[in-house]
C-alpha cells in the first residue's frame, strides 16, 4: 500500500514537472512568434533631417512602436513603420544593399516599403511626415 501512494506522489510529481517545463518552453515561443501589439496613442516626434545622412535611415519610438526615416541617395525623404508585416519583428535598414532587412525570416523591402522577397503579405506602412526648418516631424 506503502509503494502505490509513493508511486502515485512520483507520478504527480513528474505530471507538475512535466506541465511546468511545457508552459516555461511555450510561453517564449508563443511570444516570439504572436504579432506584436498595436498600439495607438497620439504624438509625433520630431528630430533635425541633419540626423540622417543620404543614403542612411534613423530608427524611433513612434506611438509604443517603431518607425524609421530613411534619406534615399537622391534626398528624397521616406517615412515607414519598422514593423514587419510578417509577424512583427523590426526590420534592419541595410546601406550597402540600400533596402530592408527583417532579421527574423528573411523579408525583404524597398527603400518604399514595398516587399521585395520572403514572407511579408504586405508593404511596410507608411507614415506621415513633414520638414520645416531643416526639422522632420512624423505624425
Ligand atoms: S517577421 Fe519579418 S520576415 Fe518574418
Excluded at 15 to 21: D, I, K, T
Excluded at 97 to 120: A, M
Aim: glycine residues 12%; contains cysteine; proline residues 9%.
Amino acid at each position: 500500500m506503502q509503494t502505490n501512494s509513493r508511486r502515485t506522489f512520483l507520478g504527480l510529481c513528474l505530471g507538475g514537472l512535466a506541465a511546468a517545463a511545457t508552459a516555461l518552453t511555450a510561453y517564449p515561443i508563443f511570444n516570439y512568434l504572436a504579432p506584436r501589439k498595436q498600439t495607438s496613442g497620439e504624438g509625433t516626434v520630431s528630430f533635425p533631417e541633419s540626423d540622417i545622412p543620404p543614403g542612411g535611415a534613423k530608427f524611433f519610438d513612434f506611438r509604443g512602436s517603431t518607425g524609421v526615416v530613411i534619406k534615399k541617395t537622391n534626398g528624397e525623404l521616406v517615412a515607414l513603420s519598422a514593423v514587419c508585416t510578417h509577424l512583427g519583428c523590426i526590420v534592419q535598414w541595410e546601406n550597402v544593399k540600400q533596402d530592408f532587412l527583417c532579421p527574423c525570416h528573411g523579408g525583404r523591402y524597398t527603400p518604399e516599403g514595398i516587399v521585395i522577397s520572403g514572407p511579408p503579405p504586405r508593404p511596410l506602412p507608411k507614415l506621415p511626415f513633414h520638414v520645416a526648418n531643416g526639422t522632420i516631424t512624423v505624425g
